[in-house]
C-alpha cells in the first residue's frame, strides 16, 4: 500500500513539473505546428501528440537544449511524419488563375484539404512581452503561412525553424539528420520559392490597432448594410477576393464588387459580421439571416490590410471554423 501511494505522489510530483515546464510552450507551438500544416484542426492534435511523447520521455530530458528547443524538436517531427500522408493546404490563388469580370463563382471542391484561419485569441497566452507577441502574430500572417504550403516539409520546416524560431543551421541539420550546408541550401531555395509565389511579403507589416479596429468597424457596417459604394472606399484597386471551398477567387475592385453586388451583397440586413481577429489582423465571423429570422454561421473573414486599405479578402466558407474562435453556431 506504503509503495503504490508513494509512486502516486511521486508520479503527480513528476505531472505538476512537468506542466510547470512546458504548459508556457503550448500556444507557440501551436502556431508552429499551424504555419507546418496550415490547418488549426491538425495543429492542435499534433501540439496533443506533442505534449504526450515529451511527457513520456520527460524522465530521460537530459537538460543539454532548452525545455523549448526539445518541445520544438517533437513538435517538428512530429509533424514531418504526420507531412508524409497530407496534401499541402492552398488558397484558391494557389491553385490557378484570377476568374474573369462577370464569372461565377462556382462550385465547392470538396476534394482539396483547404487551408484553415488561425484564431488571435490563442495567441495571447504566449507571451508578455510586446514585441514578442507582434513577432509571433507577424509569423502566422495568412498570406506567410498560404506561402509555405508551396514548400516541401522539409523546406517549410528549416525555414520556419530558422526565421521564425532562430535556430542556427546547424540545429536543424541535427533535426533534419542533413548537413549543415544542406540546410543552407534548402533555405536559400525555400526563400527563393516564397518570393516567386508571394513576392509581397516583404512590405507586409503590423498595422495600427486603432486603424485597423476602424476599418473592420466600416467594413462590418457596408457589408451588413450590403452597401457596396461604402465598402469601395475600403478596397484597393488591386485587392483580391477568395472564398474557399469555392475555387474561383477575383483580382480587381471593380471585378470583386461585381461579384459581392450580385452574388453577395443582395439586400441589407441578409448578413450579420462579429468582430474577431484571425492571423494576426482584422477578421469577423459570417453569419446569415435564414428563413426564421436568426443568424447562423457561414464563415470568417480575414482581412489583409495594407497602406490603410484592405487588399485581401479571404472568406472561409466553413461553418464548422466558427466554434474556433469561441463564437456560436447561431445568433439572433
Not at 505531472?15 to 512546458?22: K, L, P, V, Y
Not at 500522408?85 to 476568374?99: D, I, Y
Not at 489583409?304 to 469561441?326: K, N, S, Y
Amino acid at each position: 500500500m506504503g509503495v503504490d501511494v508513494g509512486m502516486g505522489q511521486a508520479k503527480a510530483v513528476g505531472a505538476a513539473e512537468f506542466a510547470e515546464r512546458t504548459d508556457r510552450y503550448r500556444p507557440e507551438l501551436l502556431a508552429h505546428c499551424y504555419r507546418m500544416m496550415g490547418s488549426l484542426d491538425e495543429a492542435e492534435d499534433l501540439v496533443q501528440e506533442t505534449y504526450l511523447r515529451a511527457w513520456k520521455y520527460f524522465d530521460g530530458f537530459e537538460e543539454r537544449a532548452s525545455v523549448r528547443s526539445w518541445l520544438y524538436k517533437i513538435a517538428t517531427t512530429t509533424c514531418l511524419t504526420a507531412l508524409q500522408t497530407r496534401k499541402r493546404r492552398p488558397l484558391p490563388s494557389g491553385l490557378g488563375a484570377a476568374a474573369e469580370h462577370g464569372a461565377p463563382a462556382g462550385l465547392p471542391d470538396a476534394e482539396v484539404p483547404w487551408l484553415q484561419p488561425f484564431p488571435d485569441s490563442l495567441l495571447r497566452a504566449a507571451t508578455d512581452d510586446p514585441a514578442a507577441v507582434v513577432a509571433l502574430r507577424n509569423s502566422v500572417r495568412l498570406a506567410f503561412v498560404a506561402a509555405l504550403q508551396h514548400l516541401s516539409a522539409r523546406q517549410r520546416a528549416a525555414l520556419v525553424l530558422r526565421e521564425v524560431a532562430g535556430w542556427r543551421a546547424k540545429e536543424i541539420a541535427e533535426l533534419l539528420g542533413a548537413s549543415t550546408a544542406g540546410v543552407n541550401s534548402a533555405l536559400q531555395r525555400a526563400r527563393e520559392r516564397l518570393s516567386q509565389v508571394a513576392p509581397g511579403l516583404d512590405v507586409l507589416s503590423e498595422p495600427e490597432a486603432s486603424d485597423t479596429r476602424q476599418l473592420l468597424d466600416r467594413y462590418m457596417d457596408a457589408f451588413e448594410r450590403a452597401d457596396v459604394g461604402a465598402l469601395a472606399e475600403l478596397l484597393r484597386a488591386d485587392v483580391e477576393l477568395e472564398m474557399p471551398p469555392l475555387p474561383t477567387w477575383f483580382v480587381g475592385r471593380d471585378t470583386v464588387l461585381n461579384y459581392l453586388r450580385r452574388e453577395v451583397l443582395t439586400e441589407p440586413g441578409r448578413w450579420r459580421l462579429v468582430r474577431t481577429g484571425a492571423n494576426g489582423g482584422p477578421a469577423a465571423a459570417l453569419y446569415q439571416r435564414d428563413p426564421g429570422g436568426r443568424y447562423r454561421a457561414v464563415g470568417i473573414d480575414v482581412l489583409t490590410v495594407q497602406g490603410g486599405r484592405i487588399a485581401r479578402l479571404t472568406a472561409f466558407l466553413d461553418p464548422g471554423l466558427v466554434a474556433g474562435f469561441a463564437l456560436p453556431d447561431v445568433i439572433r
